[in-house]
């Protein structure tokens, strides 16, 4: 039987930007979100894991999205270890190429710049963002971005510039959003947005509105399942807490959309059912690790490792040209 292999659908408006601080103006956007140690790559904040930051969380992005920050590089550098690669090929097919490390470089001196242009790209999410000014629950396109503090990432944050406050009382400013706690996941890993407006309106489009106003209400911010949907514009309410254990299963999209935020790619012909989850739940997100004990290399190990080693750091050109000359390459 002949193995097959369902192909991602690209989410088209999931574009990955991880250099946006380039944008010219004066007042810009910088790229950089937060910081982390490079261990909980490994451990607690690997892609598909959601970050929580100051005011928002991401998710890390695949490797796929790690090409262009590299790409900033002649070099892209190499992990040689031999057995350690054949592991992983075991794992994940003899398609892998090559290891390579997260892009990050060290500073040579404590003002240096240098790898400030790079960086582990990330998506914001979720993308269903609560106003803490006035409860109006809505998709990230609905709040203004702003991260312009050059040495400051953990101000970053989305608000509400319109808010009005509860009761009707404005506020001059804008209220600062957070993300909204609800996600759906399913048994083969698949993770998604909720679907707040389905679930107020039962299913079904709202009679008022192509496009309707929500709010969450809850004393807790957020943080419980017993939040309350309103729809604004046709005033149907909803409890959270019906979405809960398999009775609110029922209840749930009967159909998984096989979403992985961190590829920005839907992988259709999903059949598991899917269920509610918290955004800080302990079982959201699993690391998968793989280690071996370096030995000493062989004569031969050695060689082919200097090859790769010299392949990388030179290119094949420069070795082609000086290959009769070892004095010059060492």
């Given at each position: 039987?002949?193995?097959?292999?369902?192909?991602?659908?690209?989410?088209?408006?999931?574009?990955?930007?991880?250099?946006?601080?380039?944008?010219?103006?004066?007042?810009?956007?910088?790229?950089?979100?937060?910081?982390?140690?490079?261990?909980?790559?490994?451990?607690?904040?690997?892609?598909?894991?959601?970050?929580?930051?100051?005011?928002?969380?991401?998710?890390?992005?695949?490797?796929?999205?790690?090409?262009?920050?590299?790409?900033?590089?002649?070099?892209?550098?190499?992990?040689?270890?031999?057995?350690?690669?054949?592991?992983?090929?075991?794992?994940?097919?003899?398609?892998?190429?090559?290891?390579?490390?997260?892009?990050?470089?060290?500073?040579?001196?404590?003002?240096?710049?240098?790898?400030?242009?790079?960086?582990?790209?990330?998506?914001?999410?979720?993308?269903?963002?609560?106003?803490?000014?006035?409860?109006?629950?809505?998709?990230?396109?609905?709040?203004?971005?702003?991260?312009?503090?050059?040495?400051?990432?953990?101000?970053?944050?989305?608000?509400?510039?319109p808010c009005p406050g509860r009761g009707g009382r404005g506020r001059r400013e804008g209220s600062p959003a957070v993300p909204a706690q609800h996600?759906?996941?399913?048994?083969?890993?698949?993770?998604?947005?909720?679907?707040?407006?389905?679930?107020?309106?039962?299913?079904?489009?709202?009679?008022?509105?192509?496009?309707?106003?929500?709010?969450?209400?809850?004393?807790?911010?957020?943080?419980?399942?017993?939040?309350?949907?309103?729809?604004?514009?046709?005033?149907?309410?909803?409890?959270?807490?019906?979405?809960?254990?398999?009775?609110?299963?029922?209840?749930?999209?009967?159909?998984?959309?096989?979403?992985?935020?961190?590829?920005?790619?839907?992988?259709?012909?999903?059949?598991?059912?899917?269920?509610?989850?918290?955004?800080?739940?302990?079982?959201?997100?699993?690391?998968?690790?793989?280690?071996?004990?370096?030995?000493?290399?062989?004569d031969a190990e050695q060689k082919e490792a200097l090859a790769d080693h010299l392949r990388v750091e030179l290119g094949i050109d420069q070795i082609?040209?000086?290959?009769?000359?070892?004095?010059?390459?060492?």
């Amino acid at each position: 039987m002949a193995d097959t292999t369902t192909a991602p659908l690209a989410d088209n408006n999931d574009a990955l930007d991880p250099l946006g601080d380039a944008d010219e103006g004066l007042a810009k956007n910088r790229a950089k979100v937060g910081s982390a140690r490079p261990s909980s790559l490994l451990y607690t904040y690997g892609p598909g894991a959601i970050m929580d930051l100051p005011n928002f969380s991401v998710m890390p992005a695949g490797l796929d999205d790690w090409e262009p920050i590299w790409k900033r590089r002649e070099v892209v550098p190499t992990i040689l270890e031999p057995r350690l690669l054949n592991v992983v090929r075991l794992h994940l097919g003899p398609q892998v190429d090559a290891l390579r490390p997260f892009p990050w470089q060290p500073k040579k001196g404590s003002t240096s710049t240098d790898g400030s242009d790079l960086g582990l790209p990330a998506r914001v999410f979720p993308q269903w963002f609560r106003c803490t000014g006035c409860d109006y629950l809505g998709p990230l396109t609905r709040f203004t971005y702003t991260n312009t503090h050059p040495f400051r990432p953990d101000l970053a944050q989305f608000t509400h510039k319109p808010c009005p406050g509860r009761g009707g009382r404005g506020r001059r400013e804008g209220s600062p959003a957070v993300p909204a706690q609800h996600l759906l996941t399913c048994t083969n890993g698949h993770l998604d947005e909720f679907p707040y407006t389905l679930w107020v309106h039962r299913g079904q489009k709202c009679p008022n509105a192509e496009n309707p106003d929500l709010k969450m209400r809850d004393a807790n911010v957020g943080k419980s399942v017993g939040s309350t949907i309103i729809c604004q514009s046709c005033n149907a309410t909803r409890g959270m807490a019906e979405a809960q254990g398999g009775k609110g299963r029922l209840k749930l999209p009967q159909t998984c959309r096989g979403r992985h935020p961190h590829l920005g790619a839907f992988f259709p012909g999903c059949k598991a059912q899917p269920a509610l989850i918290m955004m800080g739940a302990s079982n959201l997100w699993f690391p998968s690790t793989q280690s071996i004990i370096v030995m000493p290399r062989s004569d031969a190990e050695q060689k082919e490792a200097l090859a790769d080693h010299l392949r990388v750091e030179l290119g094949i050109d420069q070795i082609r040209q000086f290959a009769d000359q070892i004095a010059v390459i060492r």
